[in-house]
């Protein structure tokens, strides 16, 4: 599925309270999100108008290793066949 190309750091955060994540910090134009669920896990997320393409492919990569799917499952799960 290709992935969005105008999504913005914050929208990718609300995008991931869906999986329980929340900003357990932010310093500078970087936030720290963390989740609980299925053990700890912590992401950085540019807060950025527009993420790189290459940027949201790492960050969705890494949430969907902890998770235990494929990149391909959560970005349908998020984005829906809008993407």
Same mark, same amino acid.
């Given at each position: #599925?290709?992935?969005?190309?105008?999504? /913005?750091?914050?929208?990718? /955060?609300?995008?991931? /309270?869906?999986? +329980?994540? &929340? &900003?357990?910090?932010?310093?500078? /134009?970087? #936030?720290?999100?963390?989740?609980? &669920?299925? +053990?700890?896990?912590? &992401?950085?997320?540019?807060?950025?108008?527009?993420?790189?393409?290459?940027?949201?492919?790492?960050i969705l990569t890494d949430?969907?290793?902890?998770?235990?799917?494929?990149?391909? =499952?959560?970005? =349908? =799960? #998020?984005?829906? +066949?809008?993407?």
């Open positions: #599925m290709r992935l969005p190309r105008d999504i /913005s750091g914050r929208q990718l /955060s609300t995008l991931l /309270s869906g999986r +329980g994540y &929340v &900003v357990t910090r932010q310093k500078g /134009s970087h #936030m720290r999100l963390t989740t609980t &669920v299925r +053990g700890t896990h912590n &992401v950085t997320i540019p807060d950025h108008d527009a993420l790189r393409i290459g940027t949201l492919s790492s949430v969907a290793t902890h998770f235990g799917i494929t990149r391909d =499952e959560l970005t =349908e =799960e #998020m984005f829906g +066949g809008d993407a």
